[in-house]
């Protein structure tokens, strides 16, 4: 519900519900955020912890996905069923007491349960926020209302390791999770007293069968983009099952949309050509948004072994490169959206061609403010490409809409990951495979040329040494070709923005 004042005014006319309702979704957002990059963090202790095998603590980060991908469609359902505070509330609420529980856990069961209802909370979160902000606020101000919105779900992820690392080394693993609950009991008092007059109901009919189906294909694709490469991909039984039960699936939820008379997903969402295209945008968006956030971690500790700390503050700058959009992407969406969103993906696919030129000696500069451009660009494409994609769907679609953008947002995140650690482990086996052939003492070229004494290749010590070292360089070259998959993707989505209307009608 729009406020009279604020539809007449500006950034000052805000009243303060509207902005107790910022604040409220940037603390949910932080605490969904955070917790992206946050198990991943601290897996190694967790593994240490439960003598979990490499294969079994992976089901930690699977499962939690997995509960993600299924409970997100449904949010449109839930928030009719049960209203939009109530639904925030109990959301937040189940997030924060399954954090604690992961804290609590004291056998690996236990921690992939409480991940599991983690994941299944949390879902709900980023759509139903951005679901609230295109709700309450005007249309001139909605896009500095989700550049605020966007400032929580930027911080999360970088100031998940920072913070993680720092309660990690303090105390261990435990304190990781612990740390959520504070501000998960902040957002839940700002959403009790924010929400008070979002309490309407509506007894909307679910699709079940849509919904089984949409569930059991999204469960299926997480599942083989998140294990293929660990199973060997098509040469599994398991994930040629995952392929054929998933695509199966696939098929009964697509037909069972356009034939039913009330389908799980309307097919009129995708019959706006804004919402459709930024659907495309979003998937790249999520593609683009975390793949650097899990790969360049290992890089900085397996290769160059910067502490956990420094890493996290290096990749921090993503989320002051958001912040320096604050200053004029408002502005820019209402004046060149198209030019706007065209110009973000654009920075991105920069950004990740500069990734792509480091070396094994890369600098902290470089890192620090390639990492800047990447949050630039997110922000300059999400703002205007939100309010494109949601201008022309009528207000009762909203909150759906938001869920099935998300979903988009998090498949491609899963999808493309899966797909840069694929180039990552095949191109260091190929580059060192290739390399070490030149490593023999029949070699002539290294008797004539030398070689440092540590690396001397007549010794078995030498041999070791020099071992590791081709290792190193051959990871870098997969890191960098995992970089030019980035900037390829950034750079030819770039025609996307010219499908969307300038001008879109107003709702």
């Given at each position: ?47 240490g912890?439960?003598?979990?095998t ?59 349960v ?6 299944a909370?949390?879902?709900?979160i980023m ?44 105390w ?34 679910l ?21 293929g490469?660990?199973?060997?991909w ?15 699936a ?16 309307s ?10 295209v ?10 683009l ?54 110009a ?50 009528p ?88 970089f030019?998959?980035?900037a390829i ?19």
């Amino acid at each position: 519900m729009n406020e009279p004042g604020a539809s007449r005014g500006g950034l000052l006319s805000l009243t303060g519900r509207q902005w107790l309702i910022l604040l409220m979704v940037q603390l949910s957002n932080l605490l969904f955020g955070m917790t992206i990059t946050l198990a991943n963090l601290v897996l190694p202790q967790v593994r240490g912890t439960f003598s979990a095998t490499q294969d079994e603590i992976a089901w930690v980060v699977t499962l939690n996905l997995v509960a993600t991908a299924v409970a997100t469609p449904i949010t449109g359902w839930m928030a009719s069923r049960v209203g939009w505070r109530n639904m925030m509330f109990f959301t937040v609420l189940g997030f924060t007491v399954s954090s604690f529980l992961c804290g609590i856990a004291t056998s690996l069961e236990t921690l992939v349960v409480a991940r599991i209802a983690q994941g299944a909370f949390g879902a709900p979160i980023m759509p139903m926020g951005q679901a609230i902000l295109l709700a309450t606020f005007p249309p001139h101000l909605q896009p500095m209302a989700l550049v605020m919105w966007g400032i929580g779900a930027v911080f999360g992820p970088v100031l998940g390791p920072i913070l993680g690392a720092m309660a990690t080394e303090a105390w261990n693993w435990r304190a990781a999770f612990f740390m959520i609950v504070p501000p998960g009991i902040a957002a839940l008092v700002t959403i009790w007293i924010a929400l008070a007059d979002y309490t309407e109901r509506k007894p909307v009919r679910l699709d079940w069968l849509g919904f089984i189906a949409l569930s059991v294909a999204l469960i299926c694709a997480q599942l083989i983009c998140d294990r293929g490469q660990r199973l060997d991909w098509f040469d599994s039984g398991q994930i040629t099952t995952f392929a054929f039960v998933g695509l199966l699936a696939l098929w009964i939820f697509v037909v069972h949309c356009l034939t039913a008379k009330e389908p799980f997903l309307s097919p009129n969402l995708l019959r706006d050509r804004n919402y459709s295209v930024g659907l495309l945008i979003a998937f790249v968006m999520g593609m683009l948004s975390f793949t650097s956030l899990v790969l360049f971690p290992s890089l900085l500790h397996d290769l160059r072994g910067f502490p956990d700390t420094v890493i996290g503050t290096l990749i921090a700058a993503r989320g002051l490169g958001n912040w320096a959009a604050f200053f004029f992407i408002a502005w820019l969406t209402r004046v060149a959206p198209r030019f706007a969103i065209a110009a973000g993906l654009a920075i991105q696919g920069g950004a990740s061609w500069w990734m792509a030129q480091f070396d094994i000696n890369v600098t902290q500069s470089a890192i620090f403010w390639s990492h800047f451009l990447v949050g630039l660009g997110q922000s300059v494409t999400f703002t205007p490409m939100t309010v494109m994609a949601f201008a022309t769907l009528p207000r009762h679609q909203i909150t759906e809409g938001s869920a099935v953008f998300t979903l988009m947002r998090n498949f491609g995140s899963s999808l493309f990951i899966s797909m840069a650690v694929l180039v990552l482990v095949r191109s260091t086996s190929v580059s060192y495979s290739e390399m070490m052939e030149f490593i023999s003492p029949y070699r002539i070229a290294l008797g004539i040329y030398g070689l440092p004494a540590p690396w001397d290749h007549e010794t078995n010590t030498g041999l070791a040494r020099l071992s590791r070292e081709v290792y190193r360089q051959s990871a870098m070259i997969g890191y960098v070709n995992a970089f030019y998959l980035m900037a390829i993707t950034g750079f030819i989505s770039v025609p996307l923005a010219c499908f969307m209307r300038a001008k879109a009608p107003a709702r």
